[in-house]
């Protein structure tokens, strides 16, 4: 069964700093294209940024730069590490998994929806204040 759990959200200043975590319990017979989408108040759910198996990633315009995304396939593991926070980065964050393959991630990042991903935590609140 696969499950995803998030943690690390918080309040910060513009600014700062958080990581967020997630701890992956995902199929060991497939492979997973992995990505952080965030929801804004009020907003749709988008991805943010992604990674594939092999380590490739992918970001929002708007944070590149400012965020890293990293995974760790033997802790099953994903983080985001996010820096220089702008109150435009409230929300609150997912991390997702697709229906499992080959690992790579496909199509265009700022298109993906929540049909993309198959898989979903319960997401982790991210406020930052101006």
């Known amino acids: 069964q696969v499950q995803l759990v998030e943690s690390g959200g918080g309040s910060v200043q513009a600014g700062g700093s958080l990581r967020l975590s997630c701890a992956a319990s995902?199929?060991?017979?497939?492979?997973?294209?992995l990505a952080w989408f965030r929801q804004a108040p009020g907003k749709e759910r988008r991805a943010v940024a992604s990674?594939?198996?092999?380590?490739?990633?992918i970001y929002k315009y708007s944070v590149k730069g400012r965020f890293t995304i990293s995974r760790d396939n033997a802790k099953s593991t994903l983080s985001l590490q996010m820096d220089n926070l702008k109150p435009e980065d409230t929300g609150m964050y997912y991390c997702?998994?697709?229906?499992?393959?080959?690992?790579?991630?496909?199509?265009?990042?700022?298109?993906?929806?929540?049909?993309?991903?198959?898989?979903w935590g319960q997401g982790t609140q991210v406020t930052v204040s101006s």
């Open positions: 997702a998994a697709d229906d499992g393959g080959i690992g790579y991630c496909f199509g265009a990042l700022d298109l993906w929806d929540d049909s993309d991903f198959g898989y």
């Open positions: 995902l199929s060991t017979s497939r492979k997973y294209c």
């Open positions: 990674i594939d198996i092999d380590g490739g990633t």
